[in-house]
C-alpha cells in the first residue's frame, strides 16, 4: 500500500502517494467497514477538510465514494479543523466521520484521517480492517445502487459556538490579555479572535488565511516553525502567542519574550487548572514520549496516570472507555472529559487563556509556579531524516544493545511500548521512535538539567549516524 497507515490515518505526497485514485481506495474501504460499526448512525457521514491544497476536491470526492455506497454525506463547506468533525459526530450520534488532512507534514502532503463515533481518533484495530479491506475489496456489489445525497453545510459555525460554550467567556473578555493567535495557515483560522473578542482582551490573528505552502515552513507549532509568531510577539509587545497546527488539533505555545514554552509544561498548567479549578476528576492518559513532570502532577493530584503507545487515538480510548478524564502528548495535543475525547487547538488554547484569566497571573508567572511545585524538566527533539530500513535497523539495534551511559548518564532501565526509551533513573530519560508517517527517526530526551539534553541528544545521533555508516546503509 502505497498509502501508509501511521499514528493517525493515511498520508502521503500529493499526486505521488496522495491521489484521486487513493482517496477512493480508501474511502471505499472506509465505507464498507463504516456499515459494519456500532455503535452509531451509519446512514450518515461527515466529511470535513482542511485548507491544504487539493483538500476540498479530495474530500468532494470521498463523499462521492461514500454517496455511492449508499451513506449520505455531510460535508462541510469550507475548511474546518479536524475537531470539528469529531464534534459533529459526537454531536450527531454518527458511526464515524472523516477528515482530508496530512495535519502538520509539509504542504506537498495530504491525507484521511477517521474518527470515531465517540468523537475521537479512530482505534487501532478500525485502521486495521479498513486497512485489509483495501487490500481485499470483496467483489463489486450487483446491480446499481441510488447515490444518497451529499449535502454542503456549515460545520464551522456550531463548533466554534460549542468552543466558546466550554470556557468562561466573560472573564477572558474582561482579564485585559493581549496575544497572538497564530493559525499557521491552517484550519483555524481566525476561529480563536472571532471567539474571544467583544471585551478588553485583545487577540492579534496572524497566518490566518489560506497558504497551501504555509508560508514555506510546516504548519507544526513547535519552535523552529515559530519565528515569524516570535518575532511579532516582541514587536507589538504581546503577552504570549498561541498556535496550531494545520488541521488546529495542536497546540504551541510562546512566551513575551517569543520564548518556546515546552507542550509538557503547558500540558501541566491545563492539567492543574482543569482539577483544581474547574473540578475535574479522574485518570490522566499520557502518550509514551511524555514529561516525567505529568507523573508528578498525577501523583500530587491522586488521580491514576496510564502511558499509552504513541499516538493519540490510544490516548481517545482510554477516555472512551472512562478509565481517564484527561490526556496529552508531547506534541501539543490535550484533551478533556468535559468537551471531546479528541485533540483541538483552539479549545485548548481558550483554557490556557482562560487559566490565565481566572488566576489574575500572567504566564511567566503561572510557569514559575508550576516550575516551584513540582521542578523542572528541559526537554528536547530531533529529526534524523534516513530511509525507513536504516532507522528501523536502528532501532532494533538500540533495543538488542542498550549503552551502560549515554553522555554519561547512567541507563537504569530500558522499556519499549513505542520506540525503545533508555531511562536515567528519575532525572530523565532518551527515547528513539521511527515515525509512523515520514521516513524519520524521532530521538527526544528529557532531563532535569538543559545542558544534559543536548548532550545526550548529540550522543543518540552520532551513534545512529555511526551505526548506519558501519552498516553500510546510510
Not at 256 to 275: D, E, K, N, T
Not at 409 to 431: I, M, N, Q
Amino acid at each position: 500500500m502505497s498509502f501508509p497507515l501511521g499514528t493517525d490515518g493515511w498520508r502521503g505526497i500529493i499526486a505521488e502517494g496522495c491521489t484521486f485514485r487513493m482517496i477512493e481506495r480508501v474511502a471505499a474501504a472506509t465505507a464498507a467497514v463504516y456499515r459494519e460499526l456500532s455503535p452509531g448512525d451509519t446512514s450518515r457521514i461527515v466529511v470535513g477538510h482542511d485548507p491544504r491544497f487539493f483538500s476540498p476536491e479530495f474530500a468532494r470526492r470521498a463523499a462521492e465514494t461514500f454517496a455511492r455506497a449508499g451513506t449520505e454525506v455531510l460535508l462541510t463547506d469550507g475548511a474546518i479543523p479536524t475537531p470539528a468533525v469529531s464534534f459533529h459526530v459526537h454531536e450527531l450520534g454518527l458511526a464515524g466521520g472523516v477528515a482530508i488532512t496530512a495535519s502538520h507534514n509539509p504542504g506537498i502532503y495530504n491525507g484521511f484521517k477517521i474518527k470515531s463515533h465517540f468523537g475521537g481518533s479512530a482505534p487501532p484495530e478500525l485502521y486495521q480492517r479498513v486497512a485489509r479491506r483495501m487490500e481485499n475489496p470483496g467483489p463489486t456489489p450487483a446491480g446499481e445502487m441510488p447515490a444518497a445525497p451529499i449535502r454542503a453545510t456549515d460545520l464551522l459555525t456550531p463548533y466554534r459556538e460549542a468552543l466558546a460554550s466550554r470556557v468562561d467567556l466573560s472573564a477572558i473578555r474582561a482579564a485585559g490579555l493581549s496575544f497572538l493567535a497564530d493559525s499557521m495557515h491552517g484550519a483555524a483560522g481566525t476561529m480563536l479572535p472571532d471567539i474571544v473578542t467583544g471585551g478588553r482582551t485583545r487577540a492579534v490573528p496572524f497566518r490566518a488565511g489560506r497558504d497551501p505552502l504555509f508560508g514555506g515552513v510546516n504548519p507544526e507549532p513547535i519552535a523552529a516553525n515559530l519565528a515569524a509568531a516570535a518575532e511579532r510577539v516582541r514587536a507589538e509587545s504581546l503577552e504570549f502567542a498561541v498556535a496550531q497546527d494545520g488541521d488546529a488539533d495542536r497546540l504551541g505555545v510562546l512566551d513575551r519574550r517569543g520564548g518556546f514554552v515546552s507542550p509538557h509544561r503547558v500540558l501541566a498548567l491545563l492539567l492543574l487548572h482543569a482539577y483544581r479549578r474547574r473540578g475535574l476528576t479522574g485518570g490522566i492518559a499520557k502518550t509514551f514520549s511524555t514529561s516525567l513532570l505529568i507523573d508528578r502532577i498525577a501523583a500530587t493530584l491522586g488521580v491514576p496516570l496510564h502511558e499509552t503507545a504513541i499516538g493519540f487515538k490510544y490516548v481517545a480510548d482510554l477516555m472512551d472507555r472512562g478509565e481517564a478524564s484527561a490526556g496529552g502528548e508531547e506534541s501539543g495535543g490535550y484533551a478533556f472529559a468535559f468537551h471531546l475525547p479528541e485533540r483541538d487547538g483552539v479549545l485548548n488554547a481558550l483554557l490556557l487563556i482562560e487559566s490565565l484569566a481566572l488566576s489574575g497571573r500572567d504566564l511567566d508567572g503561572a510557569l514559575a509556579e508550576l516550575a516551584a511545585e513540582f521542578g523542572e524538566f528541559s526537554y528536547g527533539r530531533r529529526d534524523v531524516h534516513l530511509p525507513v530500513s536504516v532507522v528501523a535497523a536502528f532501532v532494533q539495534h538500540a533495543r538488542d544493545e542498550p549503552p551502560a551511559s549515554v553522555a554519561g548518564e547512567k541507563v537504569t532501565a530500558v522499556r519499549d511500548k513505542d520506540g525503545v526509551k533508555y531511562l536515567f533513573g528519575e532525572k530523565g530519560w532518551l527515547l528513539h521512535r521511527l515515525s509512523g508517517t515520514e521516513p524519520i527517526i524521532r530521538l527526544y530526551c528529557e532531563h532535569e538539567d538543559e545542558a544534559t539534553v543536548e548532550r545526550v541528544l548529540e550522543e543518540a545521533q552520532e551513534r545512529l549516524e555511526r551505526f548506519a555508516s558501519i552498516k553500510g546503509i546510510g
